[in-house]
Every structure is written in C-alpha cells, then in structure tokens.
C-alpha cells in the first residue's frame, strides 16, 4: 500500500503542478497555457495557418479554431488573407498579442522539456515508459492529446 499511495500522491503532485501553473498564467496574461502556446507559435514563425498549429500542437483542426476565435476575441491575434495564396488564412499577433507573449512567464512544459534533456538517454526512456504504461493503467491510451501540460479545458 506505501507505494501505491506514493504513486497516487505523485500523481496528484503533478496535476495540482498543472492547475496552479495555469491559474498562475491566467492571472498574469489572461489566457490559459494551451492559448499562450498558440501565441507562442505565432510569435516564433511571425504569421502561420490554423493547421499548422494544429498539426504543431497534434490537436484537432477544430481544436484549433476555436482557440484561434478565442484568441481573436481577445483582440491578441488576427486573421488575414495570404497574398500570395487567396485560400490560405494566415495567423498574425496583433501588438496586444505581442506584448502578452512578452510578458508571459515560462511555460510548465518548457521547464520540463529543458530538465528533461538534461538527464541520461536511458532515464528519459524510463521515465517515457513509467508514463506509458500509467496510462495504459488508467485506459487513457484512446483520447486524442496535445503535447500540452494542462488540466484545464481548452
């Protein structure tokens, strides 16, 4: 049973870690983290499409939308035709956009990336496979996921 409760307690460590770094963003910046990582996209390439993101971020074409309508609501990105290609709508941050990427703190999953490379080769594989076989556990393997740390809905 102690490791079962370890297990248990880790578990709730890492989620409790999502909603406070969420609750922390959305305080700060006024958007949820997975609506900072559209903006942060948008930022690095300087204009892109909703599909881009989509396939970026591995959610939903649709997923994507409705976080871009968000977004647009906000007045933080806008949509503009491509010039060169009429049927493609290109994704811009307006100055509002801009200065809420440049006053966003780090992203939850950027310091998990940046800790993560830093171990061995052979505890990043374990780590993948300890995950891995949690959500086999959990039968959570069927729901389609970004590669997003977040509890909140998008």
């Known amino acids: 049973m102690e490791r079962i409760d370890a297990c248990l307690m880790a578990l709730r460590r890492i989620i409790?870690?999502?909603e406070i770094h969420r609750k922390?963003?959305?305080h700060h910046i006024g958007i949820t983290p997975v609506q900072l990582r559209v903006v942060q996209i948008i930022a690095e390439t300087g204009a892109t499409t909703g599909s881009a993101i989509a396939k970026?971020?591995?959610?939903?074409?649709?997923t994507v939308s409705a976080l871009i309508d968000r977004l647009e609501q906000a007045?933080?990105?806008?949509?503009?035709?491509?010039?060169?290609?009429?049927?493609?709508?290109?994704?811009t941050l307006t100055p509002a956009g801009q200065a809420t990427h440049d006053a966003a703190p780090d992203a939850l999953q950027q310091?998990?990336?940046?800790?993560?490379?830093?171990?061995e080769t052979w505890e990043q594989a374990m780590l993948v496979a300890s995950l891995e076989r949690i959500?086999?556990?959990?039968?959570?393997?069927?729901e389609p996921v970004g590669a997003l740390l977040d509890?909140?809905?998008?």
């Open 16 to 18: 409790r870690a999502t």
């Open 24 to 26: 922390e963003v959305a």
């Open 56 to 62: 970026r971020m591995h959610v939903s074409q649709a």
């Open 75 to 91: 007045r933080l990105v806008e949509r503009r035709r491509d010039a060169g290609d009429k049927r493609q709508t290109l994704l």
């Open 111 to 119: 310091q998990l990336v940046r800790k993560f490379q830093g171990l």
């Open 135 to 142: 959500v086999a556990m959990l039968d959570a393997g069927d």
């Open 151 to 154: 509890t909140h809905e998008i």
